[in-house]
């Protein structure tokens, strides 16, 4: 997967080391709890920046990286090449071990 999300495109700036892209759209009961793991998360790693999307006001980035379903996490690097893609709500351990493919 070589695909780029750069700051200009998701509308933030990149975390220093990796960023935590969170797709989520309001009524997702899985996307709150999604963000909390991911804050906890980027809160606990130097350099990790996390980026929550609202999907109904992005649909054109989301159309652009086939997001299908909420929550769906994007892990990118430094440069914001994507390293790691899941959809539905994810375990903290799993984001710790995505991230390392990232920093």
Do not use: N, Y
Not at 22 to 37: I, L, M, N, V, Y
Not at 75 to 88: H, K, M, Q, S, Y
């Amino acid at each position: 997967m070589s695909e780029f999300v750069g700051a200009e495109r998701l509308g933030a700036e990149l975390g220093e080391r990796a960023t935590l892209v969170q797709f989520s759209t309001a009524f997702c009961q899985p996307c709150r709890a999604t963000r909390r793991t991911l804050a906890e998360v980027a809160a606990m790693v130097d350099g990790v920046g996390h980026v929550e999307i609202d999907a109904e006001e992005r649909l054109d980035l989301v159309r652009e990286l086939g997001i299908v379903r909420t929550p769906t996490v994007l892990v990118l690097d430094r440069t914001g090449r994507i390293v790691r893609r899941a959809a539905g709500q994810p375990r903290r351990a799993d984001v710790i071990a995505a991230l390392g493919q990232a920093v």
